[in-house]
């Protein structure tokens, strides 16, 4: 073995270059797969263990008690494996104004005796439960550092039906199952309108129909219309995987291009080294070696350099996942977790090397057969080229002598031309992809941008200093007077409960130019609402919630219960978190006697072309002091990190491919070293020499670029979908209509850029190599 | 065989000397290859440069032809200082004033006779056709036009040194530099190829060999340069066999 690690260090050694194209293309391949394993773990494995050590709930249920009794629901145990509960339910909104938190918000109260239990153990991670009456835990993501920070942390007490309470802690359930828990002693006084229970059940619970049909178990015995509501644990757990499973589909993409950029150059550079060093095989078989020896010399001699880029890009990987897994489980309660786990480091340190081996076996074993007497006579004799008739051809055209050589010269070896093709084409496709991928995440900003509104106006609240007089009738009014206002949507947003859904919604009760705004010009499916009685929801909501256009949806909002059409599908929503579209008539309907205070209204505006931003948010702020108004274009955060993202991976991509390139080219420079010394001798100038090599590998730049923008095109227009699809969303088709032929030119000439970027520098060496060492070193 | 008769492109000889090296010395590190050395060809001599391996012949010839550069000295080739010149300018005199020819031939193995012969002209900028049919009237003048369209891997060592010549001579050369041209070919073909280096000479070709076939340089040269650890050790002249 020590000789066989003697000739292999020797071997990296005498291959400079190749051995740090191993060891780059090792660390980009493991960097992106890194990210990705991270990012796929990350998708379900936070939730699933949060999941699994709360005992969480496969469905959370409400019943309504007048129909169905305690003792009812707990002899229902049909396809029940463990269970929690009863205990009395009843939604109350917080009447706590000047509490950031809790002010308006509808919270869903519980009266439970203890934090355990046999499903939904919550995590009381901060004080202590509420044992008496007049206490109170209130649930919050266990994110210290945010919650210290945060209004949360000034939140002391809860007040509701003009009760106040004190809060004695703070506890996180997985399963969603309330906003707050009081003692049992507690919650007859505010009056419970619904006994929830907890259910987890034995069988199948994959997927929605399976716990829909679990949960009609148990109700099958229980007296018509007991179940209220429920709620899935799948829908909580969609949520937690939707933004890494966004970045999926595309990280997945890159990662796999790169894998196989890696596999194709390591077979390159392997195979080469084995043509290049067919004497050196032969002489180390005729010293001594055998052939199992020979191949462990040239495995070894990849595995090192392998093994020396998989190490940092395994470091680099995990730390580059570490932000995008924190941003994306913030908030979810289970961001402690976020980060790489050991499973993912090992894949990292492990895997690249191991592919990269595995490429290698192949070529290798051709030094496996060969005979000493075979390889060392190799060399020494003419060799029997290849494309000869295309040569010939090209010898015959009137192309300048350099170029035409360069052109032929990827004949002479169709394997390696083939594989550097390959390299190439992952490059163009990569570039195409990345492109495509840009400007659809783009277009969805533009979107957003163009139904957002430029300019967002709100009244600031009196406890942060000057506050507006005016109404918000009178706040519309200043507005649509100021030069350069095109059209003002003023929206007045709050949470409202719906009936079958534990978890609140958001809703956006608009008037003015709402539709105009782009709303409507952005609809997906259906029409935009005309009536107090209909609603449009944003493409996200519609699917996280499960809503079909056409459903009859009961909100309840301060008392007050409506039902609503869906008549409307939007791809954006008013920016923040998504909610659905309503009538400002429609609140009136749902609460007439709501107090609204100027404070609560969001104007958005869009100004005539020309109109500066920035001058027309000074200006509002000059006409009314109180009036707090700011530039909202841009700021698209899933837009940046995509993009940026995107052009980082596919600039590391095509800095590999050209890598592979300059590999390609160095290898022909070794193997013609006599046919350049020669070329040389009779007077080819060292500019001609570069045209000639860089030409070799131009031409296939262009083959690649002709046929790889074809399959970064059908790589978009599959992963995209696939992106929207795990985020929630539908795609409106103008999302897909990136490619315009400027684009599609450059894109073309991409393929031509990385090879001569890869190709200049082992060309210019061609270009110095000295003639007498060459052609007298026989 | 066919005499080289034909070949009646070699240029006048208007220069009294068209090789001058005054003081070269070349050093690899530590070791001196050539170590002030100094010889004048003048035009139509056939030179040929003997000695023991490694006594600096072959970096004499690599000094002349501009393939290597002297650590020290001057070399003046064809009137103009080629020790001076920058690569583009080296390449391009190769081009018009030096013939080359290498004991391995150093053909290229992609293009037959025809066009590996051709490919030094089109280098100058001639267009393919005119070249093709230059090329096709020398490897005639050798005896092989019959051979012009095989490629080097099917040519025996003696066709493929002649298809080396007719490389080295399409661009009408000053000078033709031959390193140990017999050295890879049997006798038979080493014969041929002595054949035609003394025809090339008999009709004002200038030569330099660098051989230590003893035949050859008493075939062919009239003049010899014997080396020694980098010197001249001996020069004399030949009465050709």
């Not at chain 1, 002489?283 to 020896?293: D, E, M, N, T, W």
């Not at chain 1, 980060?339 to 490429?359: D, H, N, S």
């Not at chain 2, 490629?151 to 493929?160: K, N, T």
Request: proline content about 5%; glycine content about 12%.
């Amino acid at each position: 073995m020590r000789a066989v690690w003697r000739a292999a260090r020797a071997a990296v050694r005498r291959r400079k270059v190749q051995t740090a194209v191993i060891a780059l293309v090792a660390l980009f391949c493991t960097a992106t797969g890194v990210v990705s394993l991270a990012l796929l773990d990350a998708a379900s494995a936070p939730f699933d263990r949060a999941f699994a050590a709360q005992q969480g709930a496969h469905a959370v249920a409400a019943y309504d008690p007048v129909r169905v009794t305690d003792a009812q629901l707990t002899g229902a145990t049909t396809g029940v494996s463990g269970m929690s509960g009863p205990f009395p339910q009843v939604v109350v909104e917080a009447e706590n104004p000047g509490d950031i938190f809790l002010a308006g918000r509808p919270l869903t109260v519980v009266g439970r005796a203890d934090p355990g239990g046999a499903v939904d153990r919550l995590d009381l991670w901060r004080g202590r439960w509420a044992t008496a009456a007049g206490e109170v835990v209130l649930a919050s993501e266990p994110h210290v550092a945010d919650f210290d920070s945060g209004p949360q942390s000034r939140t002391t007490t809860l007040t509701v039906n003009g009760v106040t309470l004190r809060v004695v802690g703070w506890a996180f359930s997985i399963s969603g199952s309330a906003d707050a828990w009081v003692a049992p002693a507690q919650i007859a006084a505010l009056h419970p309108t619904a006994t929830q229970m907890l259910y987890r059940f034995t069988g199948d619970v994959t997927t929605r129909e399976a716990v829909t049909a679990r949960l009609s178990g148990v109700t099958t015995g229980l007296p018509g219309g007991a179940l209220v509501a429920a709620q899935q644990y799948l829908t909580l757990k969609e949520k937690a995987a939707a933004e890494p499973g966004t970045y999926l589909p595309f990280l997945s993409t890159f990662g796999v291009l790169g894998l196989l950029v890696a596999m194709i150059i390591v077979g390159n550079v392997v195979s080469g080294a084995v043509v290049s060093g067919i004497r050196h095989i032969g002489v180390l078989k005729a010293i001594g070696f055998s052939p199992g020896q020979v191949v462990a010399v040239y495995l070894t001699m990849v595995t090192v350099p392998a093994v020396a880029g998989a190490v940092p890009g395994t470091v680099l990987g995990a730390f580059a996942a570490q932000p995008m897994l924190s941003d994306t489980f913030r908030g979810l309660g289970f961001g402690q977790d976020a980060g790489a786990r050991p499973w993912v480091w090992a894949a990292g340190l492990i895997g690249v090397p191991l592919i990269v081996v595995l490429a290698a076996l192949l070529p290798a074993r051709r030094a496996h057969r060969l005979s000493a007497a075979e390889a060392i006579s190799a060399g020494s004799t003419q060799r029997r080229s290849r494309g000869l008739r295309v040569q010939r051809a090209l010898s015959g055209t009137r192309l300048p002598r350099a170029v035409g050589l360069g052109l032929g010269l990827p004949f002479a070896r169709p394997g390696r031309t083939a594989l550097t093709l390959a390299t190439l084409l992952l490059g163009v496709t990569t570039v195409t992809f990345a492109g495509g991928l840009s400007g659809s995440v783009v277009r969805v900003a533009e979107i957003g941008d163009r139904s957002g509104g430029q300019i967002g106006v709100r009244p600031q609240p009196p406890a942060l200093g000057v506050s507006s007089t005016r109404t918000d009738t009178e706040v519309e009014a200043l507005l649509r007077g100021l030069p350069g206002t095109a059209r003002i949507g003023v929206f007045y947003t709050h949470e409202a409960s719906v009936a079958g859904m534990s978890e609140p919604i958001m809703i956006n009760f608009g008037r003015g130019d709402v539709a105009a705004l782009g709303y409507e010009a952005q609809l997906l499916d259906g029409r935009w609402m005309t009536g107090p009685d209909e609603i449009v929801a944003p493409t996200q909501l519609m699917n996280r919630r499960g809503f079909r256009l056409g459903d009859r949806i009961t909100i309840e909002l301060g008392g007050g219960r409506s039902t609503f059409t869906l008549v409307g599908e939007t791809v954006r929503g008013v920016p923040g978190p998504e909610g659905l579209f309503a009538e400002r008539a429609a609140l009136a309907r749902l609460d007439p006697d709501r107090k609204l205070a100027p404070a609560d209204f969001f104007y958005q505006v869009q100004v005539t072309d020309g109109t500066s931003l920035d001058g027309y948010a000074g200006a509002v702020r000059t006409a009314d002091p109180g009036l707090y108004a700011w530039n909202n274009t841009g700021g698209d955060e899933f837009a940046t990190i995509v993009t940026g993202f995107s052009t980082v991976l596919s600039i590391l991509l095509a800095a590999v491919t050209a890598l592979g390139v300059l590999n390609t080219v160095a290898l022909n420079a070794l193997d013609r070293r006599r046919d350049l010394g020669m070329l040389k001798s009779i007077g080819m100038t060292p500019r001609q020499v570069l045209t000639m090599m860089v030409t070799s590998v131009a031409a296939l730049g262009l083959a690649a670029g002709l046929l790889g923008i074809p399959i970064g095109m059908l790589a978009h227009r599959f992963i995209v979908p696939l992106a929207g699809e795990a985020a929630s969303m539908r795609l409106p088709a103008e999302v897909m209509q990136v490619w315009h032929p400027g684009m599609l030119g450059l894109l073309a000439l991409s393929g031509v850029a990385i090879a001569v970027a890869g190709a200049l520098l082992p060309a210019r060496s061609a270009a110095r190599l000295t003639i007498a060492q060459v052609l007298h070193n026989e | 065989m066919p005499t080289a008769g034909g070949l009646r492109s070699v240029p006048a000889m208007t220069r009294e000397t068209i090789v001058r090296l005054g003081g070269v010395r070349k050093e690899y590190g530590e070791t001196v290859a050539l170590d002030d050395v100094s010889l004048e060809i003048r035009p139509g001599e056939a030179v040929a440069v003997m000695g023991p391996s490694g006594c600096g012949k072959s970096t004499l010839l690599n000094m002349i032809a501009g393939l290597d550069r002297p650590t020290g000295g001057t070399v003046e080739v064809h009137g103009e200082r080629v020790d001076e010149m920058s690569e583009t300018r080296l390449a391009l005199f190769r081009r018009h004033h030096l013939g080359m020819i290498f004991q391995f031939f150093n053909l290229l193995d992609d293009l037959p006779a025809l066009d590996n012969v051709a490919l030094a002209a089109q280098l100058t900028g001639s267009k393919p056709g005119p070249a093709r049919r230059r090329a096709l009237e020398l490897l005639d003048e050798l005896g092989i036009a019959d051979r012009r369209n095989v490629y080097p891997a099917a040519l025996s060592g003696g066709e493929r040194q002649r298809v080396a010549v007719a490389r080295a001579l399409i661009n009408r050369p000053a000078l033709l530099l031959a390193d140990e041209p017999t050295g890879a070919l049997d006798s038979r073909a080493g014969e041929q190829v002595m054949d035609l280096l003394l025809d090339l000479n008999q009709i004002g070709q200038t030569l330099l060999i660098v051989t230590h076939d003893e035949r050859l340089a008493h075939r062919c040269a009239s003049r010899l340069i014997e080396m020694s650890d980098g010197r001249v050790a001996r020069e004399s002249t030949l009465e050709r066999l």
